[in-house]
């Protein structure tokens, strides 16, 4: 269960909800890449349904002293920028914070999602990153 990929405790206690609620193991920290190249790296990817799962924290949109309103409103619009290029990959973006990890039901949500995707359509591309320490690359 332990995996050094995930980037913060949002992620970790999201994986351990997916445990406790019977979703089906997901990719961790893919890379998802578009006609144009690299998309971006995703939290989760559940290839066999073409599902991009993003566990956002707001920290991500946090400002460095002296970044202001501009600097914000960038990290904001970068986002959205990214979305909408996963999205256009036929995707299934779902995305959650802690307010929705912590709802009863979460995991069910998560399911139906999962089962509301639409895999053939799909048209990026994906690696998957190894686990560290692993001398094999992930399948």
């Known amino acids: 269960m332990l995996d050094g990929r995930r980037e913060s405790p949002l992620e970790s206690a999201s994986a351990v909800q997916m445990l406790r609620g019977e ?16 998309v971006g790296r995703v939290d989760f990817w ?37 979305e909408d290029r996963l999205r256009a990959t036929d995707a299934r973006v779902v995305r959650w914070g802690w307010a929705e990890l912590r709802r009863p039901g979460w995991a069910r949500w998560l399911r139906r999602e999962l089962a509301r995707a639409e895999p053939s359509r799909f048209r990026g591309r994906v690696v998957l990153t190894a686990r560290p320490g692993s001398q094999y690359p992930p399948r």
């Open 23 to 38: 979703v089906p193991p997901p990719e961790v920290q893919s890379l998802v890449y578009d006609d144009h190249g690299l």
């Open 46 to 82: 559940w290839e066999e349904f073409a599902v991009v799962g993003e566990a956002d924290g707001l920290s991500k949109y946090d400002v460095l002293p002296g970044g202001g309103a501009a600097a914000a409103q960038e990290a904001l619009r970068a986002e959205k920028r990214r």
